[in-house]
């Protein structure tokens, strides 16, 4: 069976981006995060514009980061996301910040959905499958993580 579909958002390090001492805080890397899953999205053919507009909501709930080596100003990485898993009221993506093929940073954010007013509610099975499909598999399997 293929792996997830992965799609990655090529970045260079803005100044404002670091601290102190000249390496990425750690802070941005969450933007980045963010800025990766909504080009994945997009890239299914799902903008998360339209996900709203429809009136369903993925507020993240959990998020866990593992820093393994700095990036710098002026340094081009990539933030490669991908869909760990789907459920009808979850979606957890993954991520990688790369550069030059080593990767800096990993980790995944996990997400309930929401209506418009904050509850928890189950998404048509309609938006499950077109996420689902996105992850470039044919079907989920016992091996995937729950989201």
């Known amino acids: 069976m293929a792996g997830p579909k992965r799609v990655e ?6 100044y404002a ?7 990425v805080h750690h ?18 053919g ?14 993240v709930v959990e998020l866990a980061l593992s820093y393994r080596a700095p990036a710098r100003f002026g340094d081009r990485v990539g933030v490669v996301c991908w869909l760990e898993a789907v ?5 957890r993506f993954g991520y990688e910040v790369v550069r030059e ?3 800096l940073v990993r980790g995944y954010s996990r997400h ?8 928890v509610v ?12 996105g992850m470039g598999r044919l079907e989920k399997t016992t091996a995937d993580p729950e989201p």
């Open 9 to 14: 958002l090529p970045l260079e390090v803005r």
């Open 122 to 133: 189950r998404m048509p099975e309609a938006l499950v499958a077109r996420l689902r499909a």
């Open 87 to 91: 459920t009808p009221r979850a979606v």
């Open 27 to 44: 802070a941005a890397y969450v933007v980045w995060l963010e800025a990766g899953r909504v080009r994945f999205l997009e890239e299914i």
């Open 112 to 119: 309930v959905v929401t209506d418009r007013e904050g509850r």
């Open 46 to 59: 799902l903008p998360y514009a339209e996900v709203e507009r429809q009136g369903w909501f993925f507020p």
């Open 101 to 103: 093929g080593r990767v």
């Open 17 to 23: 981006e670091t601290d102190q001492m000249g390496v």
